[in-house]
Each structure stands twice: as C-alpha cells, then as structure tokens.
C-alpha cells in the first residue's frame, strides 16, 4: 500500500481514511527505494497496479484516466510495484 498515493490522500481529505486491518506497514516511493538500496538492491522500475477491471463505460473512461496519470507519476497510485536488481556480487 501507498501511504501517499492519492487513493489514500482523498480518503483522508474526506475523513474516510481506513488503514486495512491486514496492512502491518504502509510504503510510499522514497522509503522503498531506500529500504531496497539498504539491503544491495537498485531499483529498475515502479509502477502502481489497479485490481478492479473496468465493468462500465464509466470506468473504463476512468481507468484509461487513471491509466495514463499513472504512468507518468506512478508515485500517487494506490499500490506501488517495484523492480529491483541485485548489485551484490553472486559468491561474496
């Protein structure tokens, strides 16, 4: 989960905001880059996922939206997907 995705902004704004019981931490772009890089990783990419699939016209609208927005600052999505690579020498 994005602790500053602008899902979680809205609720917040709104007095709706509700942390999932199952949510034992909240991440956000920066401290999972760094967390990465402090355990030999570098990251290659990030992106936000959507697990809804859009059943109306309207939210299809919403989605390609939503779609392009985020992908170009995936940052503000409500869930964050990261690549890392490995810089530790395999053997060492």
């Given at each position: 989960p994005n602790a500053f995705g602008m899902p979680n902004y809205l609720r917040y704004l709104l007095g709706a905001f509700?942390?999932?019981?199952?949510?034992?931490?909240?991440?956000?772009?920066?401290?999972?880059?760094?967390?990465?890089?402090?355990?030999?990783?570098?990251?290659t990419d990030m992106v936000s996922g959507y697990d809804r699939p859009p059943w109306t016209l309207q939210k299809r609208l919403e989605f390609l939206l939503g779609y392009w927005l985020l992908r170009l600052k995936p940052s503000i999505g409500g869930t964050l997907i990261v690549t890392a690579r490995s810089l530790r020498v395999h053997g060492k």
């Open positions: 509700n942390d999932g019981p199952e949510h034992v931490a909240m991440f956000n772009s920066d401290n999972l880059i760094h967390l990465l890089s402090r355990h030999g990783y570098e990251v």
